[in-house]
């Protein structure tokens, strides 16, 4: 069993920026894709940004391409989301997720709040 432990969220004025951090129990190698989601109160869960593990290309949602970056710490386990020029649009819980062949492992979520 993996876990998948986020950290870095918290209230950020509009504009602001915030590193969310996303640490695996175990390699992070085993996913096929390491990815971040988020959901707003009455929203769907969407994704955010998502990394391969083979070839490390990534994909972004249209609404946080160029002010979000994903990458991946393989020597720690971890996946990062750089969160730049936030939004209040962007208020949201923000989960990181695992993706395998057999399916896929979930953190418990850290809310990330932005003010206008």
């Known amino acids: 069993q993996v876990q998948l432990v986020e950290s870095g969220g918290g209230l950020v004025q509009a504009g602001g920026s915030l590193r969310l951090a996303c640490a695996a129990s175990?390699?992070?190698?085993?996913?096929?894709?390491m990815g971040w989601y988020r959901q707003a109160p009455g929203k769907l869960r969407e994704l955010v940004a998502e990394?391969?593990?083979?070839?490390?290309?990534?994909k972004y949602a249209d609404s946080v391409k160029g002010r979000f970056t994903i990458s991946r710490d393989n020597a720690r386990n971890t996946v990062y989301l750089q969160m730049n020029s936030l939004k209040p649009e962007d208020t949201a819980v923000y989960y990181c997720?695992?993706?395998?062949?057999?399916?896929?492992?979930w953190g418990q979520g850290t809310q990330v709040t932005v003010s206008s």
């Open positions: 997720n695992g993706r395998r062949l057999a399916g896929e492992y």
């Open positions: 990394i391969s593990s083979d070839d490390y290309s990534t």
């Open positions: 175990r390699s992070i190698f085993r996913f096929n894709a």
